[in-house]
């Protein structure tokens, strides 16, 4: 979507506003530097060793079987 390199807030203002349901990220300190429960959106956050496809690729049955649930505002923290 070209916004790589983007910051934290400006992420998480332009996934709102391109009216994203949930953000997947890697970042496990998101949650102590963004007001997340007021966003329209749901943050996954993915705690892998990495956030390359090889990480991040075992926890999706996790992450597919907890989206029907997630409402905006909400963070889950999703493990191996």
């Not at 963004?34 to 992450?63: F, I, N, S, W, Y």
């Amino acid at each position: 979507m070209g916004w790589s390199g983007t910051q934290n807030g400006a992420l998480l203002r332009m996934a709102a506003d391109d009216r994203f349901d949930v953000l997947p990220t890697g970042d496990r300190n998101l949650t102590f530097q963004q007001p997340l429960k007021a966003l329209p959106l749901a943050v996954v956050v993915m705690e892998t060793a990495g956030t390359e496809l090889r990480d991040t690729m075992p926890l999706m049955p996790k992450v597919l079987a907890i989206l029907p649930t997630l409402k905006p505002g909400q963070v889950v923290r999703v493990c191996p």
